[in-house]
């Protein structure tokens, strides 16, 4: 097809942005392009066409009806304009760079890239190609792009988790590896801010009279800092602390909607916060401060991976306030043992070993996620610090109801390892321990002893702000009780079990969210790579198709004037297959977002459902199939979608007449059992083995050995039916044996 630059460029305010894109008047159009014509109105591919001028700038000609909804500007409005008119000026020079490398080369080039129209960015997958005139000179590049912005949005939540586990091993490692609160809170406060990219980042500490002072904060407001500043305010302070204590998180988007006591909200005009984060920091059964995350200027849409995110710093905080404090016990404790030293000789040489097992411990924390290794480790250096006959350190089930002995050292005991006690056979004993008191008695060894054998036990509970994990017992030869020093000393080697305990959880849990969006991952690509596949087969036919079309109408004579409407056809039947795939695959990530509620409607099935069977009576006939339909007379009438219903009902009864062969038959029944209302689709001659019924709702799984007719699909039908399915409160099961297979829809009343 010849086209005239010239008349192109006269004829842009008089054509519609069809006729723009070929350069030619209605009437003098062939068939092919009308056809083209009418995949540029009715395409799903966004296409725009941009002209070349002779100055090498660049003027918008058209878009179609797809681009025009997906950016929400009309065709006619963006005709003649730059880029400059409609985009940013930094959107507008990133596509002048790409309109410019698609002139300069001269070649089809493809590229991503995310624009904003409208105030909301989106992504784009865009391909564009240059037209010449019969100089050979580039006179117009057209356009065609796909919305890439779920894609995107996936990549940048799972970013967004990577980083988020990068800064949380980053505060991990700085708690671990130092002892200076200070240090700690200010390296907190500033990633945490770059992270949220907030305005301000603060951690707040109480007071014992509900005020308090700020000890870090992290901004890049223009105000005056608030770091040092005590902040007093009746109308935050205790009143916000009181909540805190039963785990109250404040989420503020904007100070002016959200509903706030007038005092409050002068309280933080005063600061200059427009938008407000505050989560509460554990420490010892109380509130011991906030971390508050702050915008000043506008609101701010607070993100649930932003609060978790704060939750579990928050968390991190009260193990790094908990290590201060057991770190400056012990020196404090140091401290006064040598001063006392010639008096207490044996208590400074038990000090200095305990300082020692505190040290291996919280290395070990720091080097290691395993708390097996630290455990395990307490007990052998408790029996030796403390001359133990034996140290056991137990932990609680889930629910509190039982406990089980998971580390132990003995030297001369019977092993009692893996023993399982109930909490309810014991509950003088469990009970202060749930209550996280310390508890020690004596206890005389049971059996035959030619001398009373009594021995002193106490029990420890290993505890941290988040609840009891378990306890520490101690077994000791002889009927001397432990004293205060030892009990104060064993309750902090608790405190670094509940640490190494809490960590080896976390990092099993991190472990297994890695694992989980790996797997995730995985799906994704594997559909994502399906999917290309599955939309080139159409294509590459209708580009075959449509070059042989070409190539007949080229010719001055058509030789075979029977092969035009077999092309036809095929673009036919192929533009249907790909808009049907599309369409499914639409259906299908709606219905796995966030679907509509279904429009229900009682109808009866015995009227309803019969109509629909009718209408594969001929295709049945056709391919010698059986085709019957059963239904209860006393069915009652079914609320559901009928529009849902009916798209059910019709795929798994095409999908019933692809893989039945000839003279077997296709059965449709509905039945009323235990009010629950059951509709099946049987089909006999044709049995499917278990590895298929596994995977015979998954997207783009076929059994193609089994298709006696070689229909065509999208691959989608029985994913799409499974999901419609559960949409209306149902569900499909599918069984396969004595050379049948059945579809079973069940449909509570």
């Known amino acids: 097809m010849n086209i005239n ?35 540029y109105d009715s395409v799903q591919a966004s296409i725009f066409v941009v002209d070349v001028l002779e100055d090498g700038d660049f003027r918008y000609v058209a878009l179609n009806p797809t681009h025009e909804r997906w950016i929400g500007i009309r065709s006619n409005d963006l005709r003649g304009k730059k880029p400059e008119d409609i985009l940013s000026p930094i959107d507008a020079t990133k596509v002048r760079q790409h309109y410019a490398e698609c002139v300069v080369f001269g070649k089809t080039i493809s590229y991503e890239q995310c624009l904003q129209f409208q105030g909301v960015p989106t992504w784009w997958s865009t391909t564009l190609t240059p037209l010449r005139d019969a100089n050979c000179k580039i006179y117009r590049l057209i356009g065609t792009s796909s919305n890439i912005t779920p894609v995107k949005e996936a990549e940048q939540a799972v970013e967004l988790q990577i980083q988020q586990q990068q800064l949380l091993e980053a505060i991990a490692k700085q708690i671990h590896q130092s002892v200076k609160l200070e240090r700690i809170l200010h390296q907190i406060t500033q990633e945490l801010r770059q992270f949220l990219k907030s305005d301000r980042v603060l951690i707040y500490r109480f007071d014992a009279d509900s005020s308090g002072v700020v000890i870090a904060e992290s901004t890049v407001a223009n105000n005056e800092p608030l770091l040092g500043k005590n902040l007093t305010d009746p109308c935050f302070s205790r009143k916000y602390r009181e909540h805190s204590s039963l785990g109250y998180i404040q989420v503020i988007e904007d100070i002016h909607t959200s509903g706030l006591h007038p005092c409050y909200i002068d309280f933080l005009t005063s600061l200059q916060v427009r938008a407000n984060l505050v989560v509460p920091i554990f420490f010892k059964h109380d509130v011991w401060g906030l971390l508050i995350a702050q915008h000043c200027h506008q609101p701010r849409q607070w993100q649930q991976i932003e609060i978790d995110l704060l939750k579990r710093l928050a968390t991190q905080i009260s193990i790094a306030v908990q290590q201060t404090e057991l770190h400056q016990q012990l020196e404090d404790f140091k401290a006064k043992m040598e001063l006392d030293r010639q008096k207490h000789t044996n208590q400074l040489q038990q000090v200095r070993n305990f300082d020692a097992l505190v040290r291996q411990m919280t290395e070990q924390i720091r080097d290691s996620f395993d708390e097996s290794q630290v455990l395990q480790t307490v007990t052998q250096e408790l029996v030796q610090l403390l001359n133990l006959d034996r140290c056991q350190i137990e932990l609680y089930s889930t629910c509190q109801t039982q406990v089980k002995i998971t580390y132990e050292y003995t030297t001369n005991l019977p092993q009692c390892l893996g023993l399982t006690r109930q909490i309810a056979d014991l509950p003088e004993v469990y009970q202060p321990l749930l209550q996280k008191q310390p508890l020690q008695f004596l206890e005389i060894v049971p059996g035959w002893q030619p001398k009373l054998l009594v021995i002193a036990q106490m029990a420890c509970p290993i505890f941290d702000t988040q609840g009891i994990l378990g306890n520490i017992w101690l077994t000791r030869p002889t009927q001397e009780a432990f004293d205060e020093f030892e009990v104060g000393l064993m309750q902090q080697i608790a405190n670094e079990c509940a640490i190494a305990i809490r960590q080896g959880q976390l990092y099993q849990k991190t472990q297994a969210q890695v694992k989980e969006l790996e797997k995730r991952e995985q799906v994704k690509n594997k559909f994502l790579r399906t999917l290309s596949q599955e939309l080139r087969t159409p294509i590459t036919s209708i580009s075959l198709a449509a070059q042989t079309l070409e190539s ?198």
């Not at 054509?15 to 092919?32: A, H, M, N, R, Y």
């Open 5 to 39: 630059p010239t008349e192109s460029t006269i004829e842009l305010t008089e054509l519609s942005p069809p006729q723009i894109l070929f350069g030619t008047e209605v009437d003098k159009k062939s068939s092919s392009e009308q056809f083209l014509l009418s995949m």
């Open 552 to 749: 007949i109408l080229a010719t001055e004579e058509i030789l075979d004037i029977e092969i035009v409407p077999q092309l036809l056809q095929i673009l036919h039947n192929e533009c249907g297959r790909e808009s049907k795939l599309i369409n499914d695959l639409l259906t299908l990530t709606s219905l796995e977002a966030e679907p509509n509620p279904p429009t229900l409607i009682a109808i009866d099935l015995q009227t309803w459902l019969h109509p629909i069977i009718e209408t594969f009576r001929d295709v049945t006939n056709c391919q010698r199939q059986h085709l019957n339909l059963i239904i209860e007379n006393t069915l009652p009438l079914l609320e559901t979608d009928i529009t849902d219903l009916e798209r059910i009902v019709t795929e798994l009864l095409n999908h019933a007449c692809k893989y039945t062969p000839p003279g077997e038959s296709i059965t449709v029944s509905a039945e009323l059992t235990d009010e629950v209302v059951e509709l099946r689709i049987t089909n006999s001659g044709i049995e499917l083995s278990s590895n298929e019924l596994s995977r015979i709702f998954e997207p783009f799984y076929h059994f193609s050995q089994h298709d006696a007719w070689k229909h065509s699909g999208t691959g989608l039908e029985l994913a799409l039916v499974q999901k419609m399915v559960r949409h209306l409160g149902g569900s499909i099961t599918v069984k396969s044996g004595a050379g049948q297979t059945m579809f079973a829809v069940k449909f509570p009343l």
